[in-house]
């Protein structure tokens, strides 16, 4: 009899609060043989917060290309896996893509798990047109790079979504306030779930003011609203 295929979980995990974890998740945590994590540290302490303990192995960004097909040959002996980033849903400006690819073109199933996700949640309480929008994550890190983002989507009809670091956003912020002006409407979501969250809503140069008032430890997202929108 031929050997059954392995499945393959893409299991979102939470971005700060423990309780948004599901159950869903924590069963597919017990069941899978293995977990594939950014930072086995990480992972391990959410892990131990459920009573569950699994074989871990990494695969964060530098190492997901030589990792995947390791993960592939495992799924295919009949192993379960679930894949998870340090917060929030894999995948989504997180490792997790290329052993989903792989998995896809080997026919290995793949079950998402939804859970976190810190842009949509951003989303949904900022205010901002939620109907469409595009989601562009972090861009390069150079300010000419950003500059040229925000000129060739000046006069984008949608909201668009970043993702931002502590160390750049007030580079971000500026940026933007340079090239978008000082009368366009953002909303900057802070640590999301924490303790600390925070969201400033409003123009670009109100927002600015607000976030020079404001600690910018965390992790920062950033939406942007359609030229015409107003409060």
């Keep these: 009899m031929e050997n059954k295929t392995g499945t393959l979980y893409v299991v979102g995990t939470p971005i700060g609060n423990l309780g948004d974890i599901s159950p869903r998740a924590i069963d597919i945590l017990r069941h899978v043989d293995f977990v594939v994590c950014e930072d086995t540290r990480v992972t391990g302490s959410l892990l ?3 009573e569950i303990s699994k074989e871990m192995f990494v695969s964060e960004d530098s190492r997901e290309k030589a990792v995947a097909p390791v993960i592939l040959e495992r799924l295919k002996s009949g192993l379960d896996a679930a894949v998870v980033s340090d917060a929030g849903t894999p995948c989504i400006s997180d490792p997790g893509f290329r052993i989903v690819r792989a998995c896809r073109l080997e026919g290995v199933p793949v079950v998402p798990i939804p859970g976190a996700c810190a842009f949509v949640a951003a989303l949904s309480a900022s205010g901002l047109p939620s109907d469409s929008f595009l989601f562009a ?3 390069q890190p150079k300010s000419s790079v ?3 983002f925000f000129k060739s989507r000046a006069d984008f009809p949608h909201t668009i979504i970043f993702y931002e670091s502590p160390y750049r956003i007030e580079k971000f912020i ?3 306030l340079e090239i978008l002006g000082p009368d366009r409407i953002v909303c900057v979501a802070k640590e ?8 400033f809503v409003g123009s670009l140069k109100d927002v600015k003011h607000s976030l020079g008032l404001s600690s910018i430890k965390g ?8 030229a015409d929108f107003k409060l």
Aim: glycine share 4%.
């Design 48 to 50: 131990r917060r459920f």
């Design 137 to 139: 994550g972090f861009l």
């Design 146 to 148: 950003r500059k040229n």
């Design 174 to 176: 500026d940026d933007a």
């Design 192 to 199: 999301i779930s924490k303790i600390h969250e925070s969201f």
């Design 219 to 226: 992790e920062f997202v950033v939406l942007v609203a359609p």
